[in-house]
């Protein structure tokens, strides 16, 4: 006979890194590549740092209802201490995708977030003077990915180059009604790979432009 033997699935891994947003962060995660051996993935993951702290959850079925489309649930809390003001974040998308010449992938999401903006000293923008209180965003996201990364989950090698436009407001409701295009790159090399050290840099850039009564 033979034994088949299956890899383990499951990782806990801990970072550490520096962003001009984040600030020096450190960050615990856990994942499992496939749940309840369907093939499903879920990634639960924490940071801290000294200016932004977050907690995420992500859900992704590869091959949605057996389908050649995917279908990801991602949930996130993010509370940030900027030195003029306090900015909560907290919200979640649904989104469908499908991939396309191997690499390439293309998705179309529904997003709902709740910001909450506190303790905004007199010297604060006057855009952000205006915005105390809390709002909501709801919107739609169409993205482009090329993703040559090893894994996605908890990648050691490779790069992810994303393309995302987003429509808030109109229709979809919420408190604030404008466009967004973002382009986000990151890139992934080894640095002890017989200990499994990784490292990564990465950037973002983009625009966003208000329509209707959102100033």
């Known amino acids: 006979g033979m034994d088949v033997k299956e890899k383990p699935t499951g990782r806990l891994g801990i970072g550490g890194g520096f962003s001009t947003s984040g600030g020096a962060v450190g960050t615990v995660f856990v994942t499992e590549d496939n749940l309840f051996g ?6 639960i993951a924490a940071s801290i740092g000294t200016i932004t702290s977050q907690l995420n959850f992500r859900y992704d079925d590869p091959f949605f209802l057996d389908s050649e489309y995917s279908f990801s649930l991602a949930l996130f809390d ?28 293309v998705s179309l999401g529904y997003l709902y977030e709740q910001i909450t903006i506190s303790d905004v000293s007199a010297t604060a923008a006057s855009q952000i003077q205006e915005q105390v209180g809390t709002s909501n965003i709801s919107s739609l996201n169409l993205g482009l990915v090329r993703d040559v990364r090893n894994d996605p989950s908890t990648p050691t090698t490779g790069y992810r180059v994303g393309l995302n436009g987003e429509w808030a407001g109109g ?22 790979e017989d200990k499994e050290v990784i490292g990564w840099v990465g950037g973002r850039a983009g625009f966003a432009e208000p329509y209707g009564d959102t100033n």
């Open 171 to 192: 229709f979809l409701g919420g408190d604030n009604d404008f466009y967004r295009i973002l382009l986000d790159a990151r890139y992934h090399f080894p640095i002890w």
């Open 78 to 105: 993010t509370q940030s201490d900027f030195d003029d003001y306090d900015q909560g974040r907290i919200g979640g998308e649904i989104a469908f995708g499908r991939r396309f010449l191997k690499y390439n992938y």
């Open 38 to 43: 369907l093939g499903k993935r879920v990634r």
